[in-house]
């Protein structure tokens, strides 16, 4: 996979999507429900205001300093044993990752969920190798065996598969026998995975955080599978988007407190793990050689860009929970790895305009989003700043819609011919269905121009005439 | 207390009553209404689809014309389009002439039930309406422009008038201006979601105060053939 | 092959600078929002909080003393399913250990990082029971912290299908605040593995349904000792 994950245009996704009831229904209750125990842990915490401030300023803190971080956290890292790679595009981070499976011999790996990794396209590429890459979040493996479909969300990928499906796939592809009951099907998912963990030759996890001060690693998991890949493979490899930096485990603190809190209405995930290095000469488990491959692959053209506060993101989700154009069309709609109010704000700039710029058209401008980043990313101004590059400096619009706006612009910009227009606006009211009309028709009534305009009547009460203005 | 009424263009020429009940209210209020008829529209529609340069021109147009008349206030009966005059500083950032003129003019811009309640100090306009009532806070008046007490606190002052919570109320009805004909479908069934939720609810009327999603909901409610009555909330506070 | 000075000069000229900085300024916490939690709480209130916050989080929970930790620990095992028990290389289990084997009729093992890798990973998964003592606990999240040592692998508190816990009362705090203190004050001589467990693992993957116990412990006993 890569940043793009479909091949279909705007207008044939919104219609694949819209079109999936089940899909439709499923991240409706998903908003509502995470979305109601978002609030709640938040109301319980309290001062959440004052928490998207502490967290917004250590991100921007870090982004603004993130060579001197970065920096640091390479030299600490490798002080604790790790080996520290960079990557600057996807293919060198797949090229390092190569090299490391074919120096360990590596044919069997475990993956704990990482959206870097499937930035790059990892899975693709290992197993165009001979490796077997084993996904080991519920959700994930679920999709992987499910003909590797793509997730619908970043923290609930499977939430467009229904438990039906679920267990036919489980029954026709690994001879599961029970039934439907998600505690069932978790059982035996687990049974096969143990397995895999316990063979596995290589561990790969992402970093929800990279402690400069120390050069630790910090996940945050609910499953068991994070730990899994990191304690009992003889090596661990860390995918790292070279943003994901925090200066000590002070600010850890509070990226985790909101982490846990925004992604899924947790006051904590389950297990929150701190990994310094391989494990110690002294220790029976842990892997032996902990590798890190720090991954750019277009990060440093959006530090650059007047979108760098969309890199504070910390993945928690929310702003795709809160999204009323999400709630109708899910991950797949957009089009990208990243969805939702991030992906619109971010793929522009990640992935290019030209292959993107529809990505902001899936958004009426709402806010809401603006409103529970916890990072206080301006997700809407971005999205707004983005169509104004997309129609003005990079002139990706149909000429057809630059010259409808240019002629509203001409009128509106003209009292005179703005006057004299609208007189004619109660024409509409006879105007065929076709264009904008059409198109608005089309779920709605068209609301009927009346004879009079406002400034008809206020003239007329006053005695004066508009026709002078 | 004379007032520069900035009557914004669905008002002046599709939803007419929301600028006639906008006077009537102000004046009943103890306002006097100066009305430029140079004015034209805030421009939010092309500058929400990307073609802020296009849109320079009508802002210029309409700054002038609201700080004609020299009023210490400019009300409008539309909370997105006072949020576009309170961002017009920002698109003549740096120009000499225009940026001081957009700042005093963004500075006295007021969205009209903020006008009432904050300015005027009014909270009861002595309207009478009987029934349930659901109200919806549009996005850019409530989210954006901050305004979202005055609206309840001027509904909840309605004789006779209960007022419904219902599922999804502060979520987006879809108009989204040009988004509601470039995404006709997604707008469809973020309008369709909304109004499922107000039927459910089981009103009389639908309140709001922006003239933009009035008329994408009312739209949906009666293609739906449902009987429920859209107004504006100066429709209802003139409501008597 | 990139090396770290050309990766980090290409963030730099990102970020418009022509050297790499000295360090920069630490950044100022605007508010203390996050160090007032709970912060007038005694022992015996964290202890309550820590609690009734396992309740919710699906741990079972007991209170003992010292005196009597044994006979508590015993209880939490025999709720587990018939099995080998293995317990961190800790004093105090260390301490217990041979009553424990004879009380509850199971064969008890201690972590041992001297015993081949293969073998003591192989005995943690198939024991019904793994035994730690808490390094401190945090009572908002119910949550106890683990530092892997040659005498509690990574292994005991993840490998068997249940988990109990000891948390002597007076290593809880409130929150993750001073969880990441403590860990920032142990910063120079941390183990390569610091673990924050809230409870046992759990998903809801599939149709939002939570699911209690998928790779991680099934079932979780924090045992709070009152006079430790």
Not at chain 1, 234 to 254: Q, S
């Amino acid at each position: 996979m890569s940043i793009k994950t479909s091949t279909l245009n705007l207008k044939q996704r919104m219609q694949q999507s819209l079109s999936n009831s089940f899909l439709r229904a499923s991240i409706a209750n998903a908003q509502d429900w995470i979305n109601q125990k978002r609030e709640t842990c938040y109301a319980e915490l309290g001062h959440f205001e004052q928490w998207r401030d502490l967290a917004a300023d250590i991100r921007s803190h870090v982004l603004d300093n993130l060579d001197y971080y970065l920096d640091q956290f390479a030299r600490n890292a490798q002080k604790a044993g790790s080996t520290v790679h960079f990557a600057e595009n996807a293919g060198e981070a797949l090229r390092i990752a190569s090299e490391i499976f074919q120096q360990k011999k590596a044919k069997k790996a475990v993956k704990s969920k990482s959206m870097v990794t499937e930035e790059i396209g990892l899975n693709e590429a290992l197993e165009e190798m001979g490796v077997e890459i084993v996904e080991t979040d519920l959700g994930e493996y679920l999709l992987q065996v499910d003909g590797k479909d793509k997730p619908s969300h970043i923290v609930v990928p499977a939430l467009h598969k229904n438990r039906q499906r679920i267990r036919e796939v489980l029954a026709e592809q690994k001879g599961y026998k029970g039934d439907d009951v998600p505690e069932n099907m978790t059982r035996f998912v687990r049974k096969i995975l143990r397995e895999a963990f316990l063979s596995a030759d290589i561990g790969i996890t992402g970093c929800n955080f990279a402690i400069a001060e120390t050069g630790a690693v910090a996940l945050m998991t609910n499953e068991g599978n994070g730990r899994f890949a990191t304690s009992i493979p003889k090596t661990h490899i860390v995918f790292m988007g070279m943003e994901r930096v925090a200066p000590t485990f002070e600010e850890l603190d509070i990226l985790f407190s909101m982490l846990a809190r925004s992604a899924v209405g947790a006051r904590a995930s389950v297990y929150m793990s701190l990994l310094t290095g391989p494990r110690a000469k002294t220790d029976a488990d842990g892997p032996e050689e902990l590798h890190i491959i720090i991954i750019d692959n277009g990060r440093s053209k959006v530090l650059s860009s007047p979108f760098k506060d969309v890199l504070r993101c910390i993945r928690c989700g929310s702003c795709m929970l809160e999204c009323p154009a999400f709630r109708h069309v899910g991950g797949h709609g957009y089009g990208a790895l990243y969805s939702g109010p991030l992906g619109a704000a971010l793929v522009p700039v990640l992935g290019g305009y030209k292959a993107h710029w529809d990505i902001t058209q899936i958004c009426s401008l709402c806010g809401a989003c603006n409103d529970v980043c916890p990072v206080r990313i301006p997700l809407y101004e971005s999205i707004l700043e983005h169509r104004r590059i997309i129609a003005e400096d990079e002139k990706l619009t149909s000429w057809i819609q630059d010259a409808a706006f240019s002629q509203y612009g001409n009128v509106i910009g003209n009292p005179a011919i703005y006057t004299a227009a609208t007189k004619l606006t109660r024409l509409g009211n006879l105007a065929p269905r076709v264009g904008p009309l059409k198109e608005w028709a089309k779920a709605r009534e068209i609301p009927k121009i009346p004879n009079e305009r406002f400034r008809d009547w206020f003239a007329k009460r006053k005695g004066t005439d508009n026709d002078n203005a | 207390m004379r007032i520069s009424f900035f009557v914004t263009c669905i008002a002046d020429n599709v939803l007419t009553n929301v600028g006639i009940k906008s006077v009537e209210l102000l004046e009943k209020l103890g306002c006097t209404i100066d009305f430029n008829p140079r004015q034209t529209c805030c421009g939010q529609p092309l500058v929400n689809a990307g073609y802020q340069g296009k849109a320079k021109k009508s802002m210029r147009v309409l700054i002038d014309a609201l700080l004609e008349d020299a009023c210490e206030y400019v009300v409008a009966p539309s909370g997105s389009c006072v949020l576009q005059v309170k961002e017009f500083p920002r698109f003549f950032k740096g120009d000499s002439l225009w940026e001081p003129k957009a700042k005093l003019l963004a500075g006295k811009t007021w969205e009209i039930t903020d006008f009432i309640v904050n300015v005027l100090k009014i909270t009861d306009t002595g309207a009478e309406l009987h029934g349930r009532a659901a109200y919806h806070p549009s996005c850019h008046m409530s989210r954006l422009l901050g305004v979202r007490e005055p609206p309840l606190q001027l509904l909840g002052n309605i004789k006779g008038l209960e007022l419904a919570p219902f599922k999804g109320q502060d979520k987006c009805c879809g108009f989204g201006g040009a988004f509601s004909v470039e995404m006709p479908d997604l707008s469809g069934a973020m309008v369709a979601e909304k109004v499922r939720n107000i039927a459910d609810a089981g009103v009389d009327y639908l309140i709001g105060a922006d003239g933009a999603c009035l008329m994408n909901i009312e739209g949906r409610i009666r293609r739906e053939g449902l009987n429920i009555q859209v107004l504006h909330i100066v429709e209802a506070l003139m409501k008597a | 092959m990139t090396t770290r000075e050309q990766f980090i000069g290409t963030v730099r000229k990102a970020l418009g600078r022509s050297e790499l900085p000295a360090a920069p300024v630490p950044l100022a916490y605007r508010h203390t929002v996050h160090t007032d939690v709970m912060k007038g709480s005694d022992q015996d209130e964290l202890a309550r909080v820590f609690m009734d916050c396992s309740k919710e989080i699906g741990a079972n929970v007991f209170e003992t003393t010292k005196e009597r930790l044994n006979d508590t620990i015993r209880q939490a095992i025999e709720q587990c399913r018939p099995g080998a028990v293995i317990a961190a290389n800790d004093p105090l289990l260390k301490e217990l250990g041979p009553a424990l084997a004879s009380a509850t009729n199971r064969m008890v093992r201690f972590w041992n990082a001297g015993a081949p890798r293969e073998e003591m990973v192989r005995f943690a998964e198939e024991a019904a029971v793994g035994i730690a003592v808490a390094k401190l606990a945090l009572a908002e999240s119910a949550t106890v912290l683990f530092f892997s040592h040659e005498g509690c692998g990574r292994s005991v508190t993840l490998l068997p299908e249940s988990n109990v816990y000891i948390i002597p009362k007076s290593l809880i705090r409130p929150r993750l605040t001073q969880g990441m203190a403590f860990v920032r004050k142990h910063k120079d001589h941390l183990p390569s593995s610091v673990n924050f467990v809230s409870g046992p693992s759990a998903t809801s993957d599939i149709e939002l349904v939570r699911v209690v116990g998928v790779h991680g412990p099934v079932r979780i006993s924090h045992i709070v000792v009152h006079d430790m």
